[in-house]
């Protein structure tokens, strides 16, 4: 491959594992805020039940785009191509990554018709038929969404080995505080509500002293 294809790879690749670093952190977001333990939902109810129901959708529906997204067709047509796994396997590279590659998007493309109807007929668009009847999309099991994101990573270290150097992991740490910090807020609130149940003088005792009294 000549230096202007190789410097274009490398672009490509470097963008691609930007992306699914991106996925990767909504789908952390949402394990921690929904999937951590029930005590954490119930005060995520309490708290805000309406609101927390409604983002736990946007997130569902969210992290559905993203995965097919990531494993949308090479093109949309002449001259618009896609940041895709299958776009990726056009740029040319040596047979054991080529395998490597075609192994995991196989089953990354395998995962991916089990979410598309979700992608086209609830989230894109809104199917007539689909809302009426209904009809449940995009079902998979936790152990089918464990695997599409360990596949991956395994195509996103063969691509980026041959074509950065050396593996990428795209589970990135969150930063300090993020869900965290919000569930410490929450919990504090939750529990500075009943204090005040008890000594209703704190909540007089505070008038006008809030840093956010105005929010």
Avoid at 39 to 53: D, M, P, Q, V
Wanted: charged letters at 25%.
């Amino acid at each position: 491959m000549h230096q202007s294809g190789t410097d274009h790879r490398t672009k490509v690749v470097q963008a691609f594992c930007n992306e699914c670093v991106w996925a990767c952190s909504i789908r952390t977001h949402f394990a921690d805020l929904f999937e951590f333990n029930e005590a954490r939902r119930s005060l995520l109810r309490e708290a805000a039940n309406t609101f927390f129901g409604d983002l736990n959708i946007l997130l569902v529906e969210y992290i559905i785009l993203q995965q097919c997204k990531l494993t949308d067709p090479a093109d949309s047509g002449k001259g618009k191509e896609n940041l895709t796994t299958d776009y990726i396997l056009s740029l040319g590279w040596m047979p054991s990554t080529q395998a490597r590659l075609q192994t995991a998007n196989t089953r990354l493309r395998a995962y991916r018709d089990k979410i598309a109807d979700a992608r086209r007929k609830l989230i894109a668009h809104a199917d007539l038929r689909s809302h009426l009847l209904e009809v449940g999309l995009g079902m998979v099991t936790q152990s089918e969404e464990t695997a599409f994101w360990d596949d991956l990573q395994e195509f996103v270290d063969a691509a980026h080995g041959e074509a950065v150097g050396g593996p990428f992991p795209i589970h990135a740490s969150m930063p300090d505080g993020d869900v965290a910090s919000l569930v410490h807020v929450l919990r504090d609130g939750v529990d500075y509500d009943d204090i005040v149940k008890e000594r209703p003088d704190l909540s007089i005792s505070r008038y006008g002293k809030r840093r956010y009294g105005d929010v």
